[in-house]
Each structure stands twice: as C-alpha cells, then as structure tokens.
C-alpha cells in the first residue's frame, strides 16, 4: 500500500544526482509524478527526444508497489531558440504530445507556464493551452509552473490568462503556490500544488493553510519538487504529525489519486 504519491518531482533527474533515488522512494512507499523539466534543450527535435526518455525513466523505476508516472510539456525556462523562433507549435511537437498521451502512465501536460514577463515565455503557454482546448483527453491533466522570483505578479498573469481557458479549469493544477499567493489562486478555485522544499513551503505553512482554512483541503496536492536531490521537508512532513491523520492523507496521497485518477 502506497504511503504518499510526491505528486510533482523530477525522477528523470534525480536519478543521475541522488544515490538513494529510488530507494529511499520505495523503502518509504513513494510512488512520484515526474513533470517534464530539461536544461539541455537546444532545438525542437530534443524535446521530443527527452519525452520518450522520460517516458523510458518512468517505466524503468516503476513496480508494482512502488508506480511512477510522467508529464510532458516545454517549461517556461527551457524554450530553445529554435521554438522562440518559431512561436507557435510545429506539426512534430503536436504529434509527439498526442502519442504520449495516449500511453496509461503519461497523465497529461506539464510543467507548462511563465518564469518571468517574458512575451515568448507568454505566447508558447498560450500554445499549450490552445492546443489542450482541442486535442487534451478529459481524463488528463494541466501542471502549471509558478516562479520563485516576483511571484504574485507571474502568478497574478497565470491567472489572467487561464482566465481565458474556463472549459480547462477542472484538468488544472496550479504549483507551487505559497500562503502569499492563496488569495490569487482562489480565484478560479482549480487543484493546487504546494511544494515542501529548503525556499518553498514549510511544513508550518500547510499547517496554517489547513487550519485557517484558506483553501479546500480535497483540492491540496502536496509534493517535493525534487530534483537535483531529495527534498527532506517533504520526506519530514510525511512522517510528522502537524496534521490529523485523515487531512495529511489527503494531502500527500488521496487528492493526488482522485485527481489524476491514478490506478494504484
Ligand atoms: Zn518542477
């Protein structure tokens, strides 16, 4: 029986930099979602090379107590010259998110979004989104990415243009939201994600988010982000008690499964 699903980590990654990934992760009963997130990227054809890689990882580190899954998309950090170029999807990027989405351990497009102000930044989340108004299956999901840097601005932009999207809004999740940015997401009152990680989240800020019920604890997803080594906040607040026993499996596992409708 699984103990909590991270629900937005970055196993391809981790892999190569944590000599305890995956262990750790099955020994703790840790089953992962990894969002597509690559700093090689240098022309369009790698990004289709690195989703079949993903995909590879996903089914190379998953058993059966233990499953991984994946999400494909172009983070807002890795938009090569090529596709700046370009500004919109070429045919080969739409025909490679369609097959993988087509695979049962592929659940949908992500991370997807803004880093900065940035107009390219801005027209390829755009791209994404309209491309997923008409090609998205309904039982596949939208991952989107919230910077670090200037974040309630980014995050207020996010908003504004999901806003323009409704039919979407319930396949949306938004991440790596902060008591700071609580007010801008309820707005559209979509799925959201919390990061436990060293300048992210604390394990005292999920407990304030719970009991000052700023936010409905069934939509809360939390995860760790990890990436260049495992997030000991998150691996922490899975085994404390801050919250009751019956919110904390909501957060770390229940909402995840329901959402992502994962088979487990
Ligand atoms: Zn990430």
Known sequence: ???AV??????DILIQKDKNFPTLYYEKKISGIIWSYNEEIKKIEDYIDYWNFLKNVTYKISNNSCPFFYKIGIHPRTICEELKEKRSFPDKIKKALEQHLKDKRCLGIGEIGLE????TEEEIFISHLKWCENYLPYDKRIGIHTPRKNKKAITKKII???SNFKSLLFQVIIDHVELNTIDLVKELNTYIGMTLQIGKSKGSDIKKLVSDDLYPVDKILLNSDSAREISTPYIDFIKND?????IKEKLI????????DIKI
């Open 160 to 162: 504004d243009i999901l």
């Open 6 to 11: 991270d629900s937005h980590m970055h196993g």
């Open 116 to 119: 900065t102000e940035d107009k």
């Open 1 to 3: 029986m699984i103990v």
């Open 242 to 246: 801050l919250l009751e026993k019956n």
């Open 253 to 260: 596992k229940e909402n995840a499964i329901q959402f992502y």
